[in-house]
């Protein structure tokens, strides 16, 4: 009987403590939120879970485009982009998306997604074909192994950022068609691919780079560019994923490429062809977004992110070293992603716990999504952080580290 099944291994779930529960935020994406779980009464906490990096969520200026968009193009696009869907917001935002990435990828064109998810199942799905090979980091995001996996493609993953493993995998292969595919910023980690090497390595051996950005876009590079322009990249051989969820503050991501690729992924890929386009004004409120990061706005966020970043890990390098016996260690990220791990699942739950006792929502994170044994908290912070709200993390931090010690 499936429900039996399912709810036997529902159990298991919970023994190993792996149950994921959602908590209800009744006030925008902002550090201070308000939040429920269950039926409990909810409470205001002090978050540092969010991808919002900018702080651009809750933004005036795109609250109010947003709604400008809505009444411009109405609340829904009523089709999908190849039959009706597809609108003036969307091509705007397309141009202007394509014009941003034109310094790294040359001609570049750009295509809209609802998703991020989707625009890594649609590259892989158009473009991996039976006779590729993927070369893809083991820490890549859950959509690049899934695209990878759902395609005709044969997939190699060679251990984190070792280029060594890469090259001899590059080396032994005789594929006419190789994509190397990694996350610029990794998502649980926080660390960055070695992009110069990894197109240094895509040009040597004739294959393709794809990368995901959904952590460098608006954040890294002048004005916020991503990845590439962090490096200073260009090349034709490049097939960039950029989200728009994240640090644009609105939701969606594009593929920036070649615009062969562009036009090969409108007339293919199911994930484009097959939904219905995302609301119009969602589009609109991203060229607003857009103009936000690339300006002296943007610019301030972006320092003011760094202060934290900074203030943060020489905190918590003091505190570990306090607390030795505890085996935390911070990992080697100098981004908004700062990973405090500690281990096992029941430790990352019960430092967790122990936050939110304080008013603190940091969330742990545990296998699958990280290696089993690195269970961790994901730190993450935004420019709408203040110092004194990341102080307040690290005595919560320090009165956690106390008492789980006790
Ligand atoms: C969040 C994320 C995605 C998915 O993007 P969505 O727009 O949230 O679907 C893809 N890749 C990476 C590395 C991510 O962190």
New binding site residues.
């Given amino acids: 009987m499936l429900i039996d099944h399912l709810n036997r291994q529902l159990r298991e779930r919970a023994d190993q403590a792996l149950t994921r529960t959602r908590r209800t935020a009744e006030s925008p994406c902002a550090p201070q939120q308000r939040v429920a779980i269950g039926n409990q009464p909810s409470r205001d906490l002090l978050a540092f879970c969010s991808n919002d990096y900018l702080g651009l969520a809750h933004h005036p200026a795109l609250v109010e485009a947003l709604a400008e968009g809505a009444r411009r193009f109405g609340a829904g696009s009523g089709a999908s982009h190849l039959v009706s869907g597809h609108s003036l917001a969307h091509a705007t935002l397309e141009a202007e998306l394509a014009t941003w990435m034109a310094p790294c990828i040359p001609d570049a064109r750009a295509l809209y997604f609802c998703?991020?998810?989707m625009a890594?199942i649609a590259i892989a799905q158009a473009l991996y074909a039976h006779d590729a090979i993927i070369f893809a980091d083991k820490l890549n995001?859950a959509?690049l192994v899934d695209g990878a996996l759902m395609s005709k493609a044969k997939l190699h993953r060679y251990a984190h950022r070792n280029l060594a493993v890469l090259e001899r995998q590059l080396m032994q292969s005789d594929a006419p068609l190789k994509f190397i595919v990694t996350?610029a910023v990794f998502?649980m980690d926080g660390d960055l691919a070695d992009l110069p090497a990894l197109l240094a390595l895509a040009e040597r051996f004739d294959a393709w780079l794809v990368v995901?950005d959904?952590?460098g876009f608006g954040v890294l590079g002048t004005q916020g560019r991503g990845s590439l322009a962090h490096f200073g990249l260009r090349s034709e051989r490049l097939i960039y994923m950029g989200?728009l969820?994240?640090a644009a503050g609105v939701g969606?991501?594009f593929v920036a490429a070649h615009p062969t690729i562009i036009e090969w992924l409108v007339q293919t890929a199911r994930p484009y062809i097959y939904t219905t386009a995302a609301p119009p004004a969602i589009a609109h409120a991203l060229s607003a977004s857009l103009q936000l990061i690339a300006g002296p706005e943007g610019e301030q966020r972006r320092a003011h992110l760094q202060a934290l970043i900074h203030q943060l890990r020489g905190e918590l390098s003091k505190l570990i070293a306090a607390h030795a016996h505890l085996g935390w260690s911070l990992a080697d990220s100098a981004t908004a992603i700062q990973p405090l791990i500690v281990g096992s699942n029941a430790a990352a739950l019960a430092l967790s716990a122990a936050l939110d006792a304080q008013g603190l929502w940091v969330p742990a994170i545990r296998p699958p999504t990280v290696p089993v044994g690195t269970a961790r908290l994901r730190i993450t912070l935004s420019a709408a952080h203040s110092a004194q709200d990341v102080q307040r993390l690290v005595d919560g931090l320090a009165v956690a580290a106390k008492e789980l010690h006790a």
């Fill in positions: 998703t991020g998810y890594n995001h959509s996350d998502s995901d959904a952590h989200t969820g994240k969606g991501a």
